[in-house]
């Protein structure tokens, strides 16, 4: 597999500015000032995706306890983020990286193993981002699955 770009804690994170699910345009510069956790996933109203996405609404208050926004990135269309919300009840932005060029600057597109084969693809990670706009904590390969709870475990 090659290599592709990898941040690590210190590093600026990679400016954005996409499409929300209502059309809106949503900047990194958004929160600046604030902690931020940046995630990516594969596809809206997958059962990975969804677990993750609940996972994260189910923690939102615990997590804006802890000073820290959330923001999900997908390549999928404005459109099946507005019905992944409406379908979950999501409470935080969801935003479309269709030629998946944020998901590429922050290494969360790339060469993945998928069942036992090397793909291009999505590659689920996520970023906690400092006020000060710099990298806190960067996981790539994650679980969908107890993410959120070992996020929060780790931070407390």
């Known amino acids: 597999m090659t290599d592709s ?4 804690i210190g590093d600026a994170a990679p400016a954005f500015s996409l499409e929300d699910d209502a059309g809106n345009t ?3 510069g958004d929160f600046a000032g604030e ?3 940046v995630y990516f996933y594969p596809r809206a109203n997958t059962p990975g995706c969804t677990k993750e996405a609940c996972d994260f609404r ?3 208050g615990q997590l804006n306890g802890l000073d820290l926004k959330v923001v999900g990135i997908s390549p999928d269309t404005p459109e099946k983020l507005a019905k992944f919300r409406e379908d979950h009840e999501l409470n935080f932005p969801l935003l479309s990286d269709p030629e998946k060029s944020t998901m590429r600057a922050w290494g969360a597109f790339g060469e993945k193993k998928n069942y036992g084969k090397v793909v291009q693809g999505v590659i689920r990670s996520t970023f906690i981002v400092g006020a000060d706009g710099k ?3 960067a996981f ?3 679980r969908a699955t107890g993410h ?5 475990r780790d931070l407390e």
């Open 148 to 152: 959120v709870a070992r996020i929060l």
């Open 135 to 137: 990298i806190e904590q």
């Open 5 to 8: 770009v990898r941040l690590a």
């Open 140 to 142: 790539y390969n994650v």
């Open 58 to 60: 189910d923690s939102l």
């Open 26 to 28: 949503v900047s990194l």
């Open 35 to 37: 902690r931020v956790i």
